[in-house]
């Protein structure tokens, strides 16, 4: 890249920073002491408010960066991740949204909490919460670096670390400064830029092929090197049985992730009334619907114009296929329009990673201060003092993610946050539906219900070819590879449910009748909701 790509980029990212730090200060001026101010940014958002919120939370670096670069490297099979991350909104929208936010104050955790014994399920929910939270950072921190590669050049893997540890510094500022209300405005700020661009480079694709979409998809079919099997299914998943188990496996847990990630349950809580989270959700739904249908143009518009092979050759997962596609419309590396839309193109990618990481380290941190701290040390937490604790575990997190990002900083970062479905859709999603609709849940079997999912999820990614065995893998040099699939949702969200059921039909605690029938009157009506 040109030293006028870098310093606009770097301009306009700049420009970003300055506004959102200066929400931050102005937010943090306001009344910055209670938890549900930290927390849920005093429920005082309306729905089309919270609704771009949600939608900045959701569209991150892996729907913008690693989609796009998914479907312009294996065609059809990239469209996966579009269509998952598109369905499982309307699985939050039917079983979670409204009951959720009728159940809950803060987190997770305290819909669980309702109707069990307080402690084990808090603490076990919320170790679960922050290892989902952590997982989702590092696909933020990847595709940051990414960014900045792409940027500097090969010469720019010290510029990269130093980029991914200044994102860290930049969201735990965010968090520990402004809480959920300057979250929130940062997310809406985002949303709103992040649209805008999309929908610019979408155009000007359909421009160059003059609405012609057939020709389109027969341009990236034919620069693919594949011809019509890019087309088709079983580019990446369609080898062997292997990769069409690996091709269910992460569908599973696309579509039921979403409803266990704590970053995106927490936004519930910003808004007055159960109705108000349901109108949010509809917002949410046509903002992220529209976008990952331009997603799709983008990823063959860059097969198209670009070429896999040039993508490859700049990050080989795929990361940097919108920016470079970006610098071709604009006119080429040389002209002042390429330099232009590349810059401003990289500039919101920078904004969606700030913006996203800053809502996923506020979700984390509001685990172990709400659910890890004041579950050891009940007596002694007040809500000053929580809140406190919840700004120091941001900059715990912030450093555990800035890490685990330098590490994978060569994985396609739409692959990264489908592990962080897995591990949510395994751990969080069936201890949320069993406390939701089963009676007779009990409270061994929610903590078995988060253990049985959480412990296999990891593991399995450890004994995976994401880990060791592969080239691609973290470790090529060693293999101790013993799971065959790269997403572990197919073997370890069935785990979860499982050991729910088992704890409980095991457990000699007799569920409670009445505090089910309280929660159930509450998830249904919003009557005692906070």
Not at 160 to 188: F, P
Not at 217 to 228: M, Q, V
Not at 395 to 415: E, M, S, T
Not at 510 to 515: L, P, R
Request: net charge neutral.
């Amino acid at each position: 890249m040109t030293d006028d790509h870098q310093t606009l980029a770097l301009l306009l990212f700049s420009a970003f920073v300055a506004v959102t730090l200066g929400i931050t200060t102005w937010v943090s001026r306001e009344r910055r002491g209670s938890a549900e101010e930290f927390y849920a940014g005093g429920r005082l958002f309306t729905p089309m408010e919270n609704g771009f919120a949600i939608a900045g939370d959701y569209m991150s670096a892996a729907s913008f960066l690693g989609i796009s670069g998914l479907i312009a490297l294996f065609g059809y099979d990239g469209l996966l991740y579009s269509v998952g991350f598109l369905v499982a909104w309307l699985v939050v929208l039917f079983l979670v949204a409204e009951l959720v936010r009728n159940c809950g104050r803060f987190t997770l955790a305290d819909v669980v909490a309702a109707r069990m014994t307080e402690r084990p399920v808090r603490i076990a929910a919320g170790t679960s919460s922050v290892t989902v939270s952590v997982l989702y950072l590092v696909a933020q921190m990847v595709g940051a670096g990414s960014l900045v590669a792409l940027l500097l050049g090969k010469t720019g893997e010290a510029a990269q670390a130093w980029t991914v540890i200044g994102v860290g510094a930049l969201m735990v500022i965010y968090v520990s400064w402004g809480g959920m209300r300057a979250t929130t405005w940062i997310q809406i700020v985002k949303a709103v830029l992040l649209l805008g661009g999309t929908i610019a480079l979408t155009v000007l694709v359909l421009v160059r092929f003059h609405g012609d979409v057939d020709r389109l998809l027969l341009t990236a079919a034919e620069r693919s090197g594949h011809g019509a099997a890019f087309l088709a299914p079983g580019l990446k998943y369609g080898g062997d049985w292997t990769a069409r188990l690996d091709f269910m496996s992460l569908g599973l847990a696309l579509v039921l992730g979403t409803a266990g990630l704590p970053h995106i349950l927490s936004r519930f809580y910003t808004v007055p009334t159960a109705r108000a989270a349901r109108r949010s959700v509809v917002w949410s739904i046509g903002l992220i619907g529209g976008f990952y249908l331009m997603t799709i143009v983008l990823g063959f518009g860059a097969a198209a114009i670009v070429g896999p092979d040039a993508v490859r050759r700049s990050n080989a997962a795929g990361n940097t296929a919108v920016p470079l596609l970006a610098l071709d419309l604009g006119g080429g590396a040389d002209s002042t329009g390429g330099t232009v839309l590349f810059a401003i193109v990289a500039a919101v990618a920078f904004a969606t990673i700030l913006a996203v990481v800053a809502g996923i380290t506020l979700a984390s941190s509001a685990s172990v201060a709400h659910d890890l701290y004041a579950s050891l040390r009940r007596k002694h937490a007040r809500p000053r003092s929580e809140v406190a604790v919840a700004r120091i575990a941001a900059v715990g997190i912030g450093a555990i993610a800035i890490g685990l990002g330098l590490l994978a900083r060569d994985l396609n970062v739409a692959f990264l946050v489908g592990l962080a479905f897995a591990v949510a859709a395994s751990a969080n999603l069936p201890v949320l539906l069993y406390s939701l609709f089963w009676r007779g849940f009990t409270t061994r079997g929610a903590v078995w219900a988060v253990y049985g999912g959480l412990v296999p999820a990891l593991v399995l990614v450890l004994l995976s070819p994401v880990v060791s065995g592969s080239p691609q893998s973290l470790f090529p040099d060693v293999d101790f590879q013993f799971f065959p699939l790269q997403n572990p949702g197919l073997v370890s969200i069935p785990l979860g449910f499982l050991a729910g059921w088992l704890g409980t039909v095991t457990s000699t605690e007799v569920a409670d009748e009445a505090k089910h029938a309280e929660t159930e009157v509450r998830s249904l009506t919003g009557a005692g909701a906070v």
